[in-house]
């Protein structure tokens, strides 16, 4: 068994936290764990309060520097192994994986994209993320010039993202301008996630079929927003959902008897291509990723 090397998660308490003990306020907002377990956590003498460890429940104020020190554990076993697609003396594009996170997150932290780049590019940060079981590709930048340069160009929508995905049915049409609205719904396990929603914010896909088999469809997905779980959750709102999808049905909201996580797996989608112009030499970029084996066989 191999434990990674721990971690501490902080944070900078804000207005929420006032008036609520220590406790309260981590089983409240930090609900993966439950009020027992951050009991033990507080008698292990892993909970800091500016600096000092906790012992006891004291009231918390706006301000004080909170910390969880996490001690080692082991990370469920996942693909490490990733390719080059593009590399400069200020950027840096990764073909990803699918089942790899891109960022440390829940019980990952050595086994992500961004530990495994850094262990040979210290330098390097992402410029987005995808989903865990999202394969393709990933652009970090390696200084501060391109990733500001980069940042701007993301919001200002000159980065062009294509994707690839395998949805449910036979689509009839040939091509699909999608505007459903994306945002929070309920879920009954988190208590929110992200899905079609009329209170949403404004989202774009358009959406054009490359082949059909007899009970899928592979669509090639342009995006001109990044919302969360857009791909997902628009092919799933014109009612082909992603074979596969433990989260979304073919209205775009959480399937309606148990539904999954954000996370998990089962659904197959690729971050295919990415277009721009580099934010140093001004030169037209067209990166391109292969997609994985099996990822579509009629």
Known sequence: ????QGYAYTEQLGKKAAGLTLLDYLSRFYTHSTLE???????????????????GNPELKPGQALVWHRPPWEEPEVPLDFTVVHED?????????????????GGFLEH?????VRK???EASPLHR???????????????????????AWRDHEVQKRYLAVASGQAPEELYQISTPIGPVLH?????VFAASPDGKPSYSLARVLERIRNATLFQVDIQTGRPHQIRIHLASIGHPLVG????????????????LPGDGGYRLHAARLVFQHPISAEQVDLQAPLPEGFWSK
């Open 120 to 122: 040979n590019r210290s």
């Open 245 to 260: 999808d433990p989260l979304y049905g073919p209205d775009g909201l959480p399937l309606k008897e148990n539904p999954g």
């Open 37 to 55: 377990d951050w009991q033990q956590r507080l008698i292990r003498e892993e909970i800091e309060l500016d600096g000092q460890t906790v012992s």
């Open 188 to 192: 009954p396990r988190l208590g929110s």
């Open 1 to 4: 068994m191999k434990l990674n």
């Open 112 to 116: 992500t994209l961004l530990m495994q």
């Open 130 to 152: 995808l989903g865990r079981y999202t394969s393709g590709i990933v652009l970090f930048a390696r200084t501060a010039e391109g990733a500001s340069l980069m940042a701007k």
């Open 89 to 105: 003396e200020h950027l840096l594009a990764i073909n990803k994986p699918s089942g790899l996170p891109t960022m440390p997150a």
